[in-house]
């Protein structure tokens, strides 16, 4: 079981723009083509943060049009919002603030030993990070620039710095990097 990151980034480490927008995301290929099928198939539970699942309610018709569903998550999601937030019908959320830790081990049980995916944003990924309990950054480079944003990762990381494990190319579009999160204490014995 690992807790990842999977997300879609610019080249200049932007997630989205500065009003939350992904409509530079679309045009440059099909979800399908990348590993997302193969990388959803291993997870258990997701974690995202309010903007995210708002974006998701917002552009739930676009969202229905790629996956084939309004809410195309069967696992367990845990949105972390500081305000009330509309629930999806049908969708197993739970609707939680603070600490990721304790929600990452609820997340953990109600998994099944499956993988745990941290949807977005930047800063929650960051937040489990910070936690220690952040293990893999999949990373779908796309091959534009915003300029401004929404960034990828807000946190000054250099020591331990992250392990590049792969990279391929996915089209002319996007490249994907994996990295392992490196822990300050893996190498003591």
Known sequence: ????????????????????????????????????????????????GSSTYEWMLRHADTVAAET??????????????????????????H?????????????????GGRNLWVVGGGDLAGQFHDAGLLDELILQVASVTLGR????????????????????AIGTGFAELRYRVARPDAGAA
């Not at 939350?20 to 995202?48: C, H, K, Q, R």
């Not at 919002?81 to 959320?93: D, F």
């Not at 609707?95 to 998994?111: E, I, K, N, T």
């Not at 944003?149 to 391929?168: H, M, N, Q, Y």
Request: charge should be negative; proline fraction near 11%.
């Open 149 to 168: 944003g929404k960034p990828l990762f807000p946190r000054r990381i250099t020591a331990p710095p992250f392990e590049l494990v792969s990279a391929r």
């Open 95 to 111: 609707f939680v603030r603070g600490d990721v830790r304790p929600v990452h081990a609820a997340m953990q049980a109600a998994a």
């Open 68 to 93: 084939g569903a309004h809410w195309p998550y069967h696992q367990p999601t845990w949105v972390f919002s500081s305000r009330s937030l509309p629930p999806v019908p049908g969708a197993e959320l």
């Open 1 to 48: 079981m690992r807790t990842q990151f999977y997300t879609a980034t610019s080249l200049d480490g932007y997630l989205a723009t500065e009003d939350d927008s992904l409509d530079w995301l679309f045009p440059l290929g099909n979800v399908n083509d990348t590993g997302y099928p193969d990388f959803i198939a291993e997870v258990g539970a997701l974690a995202m």
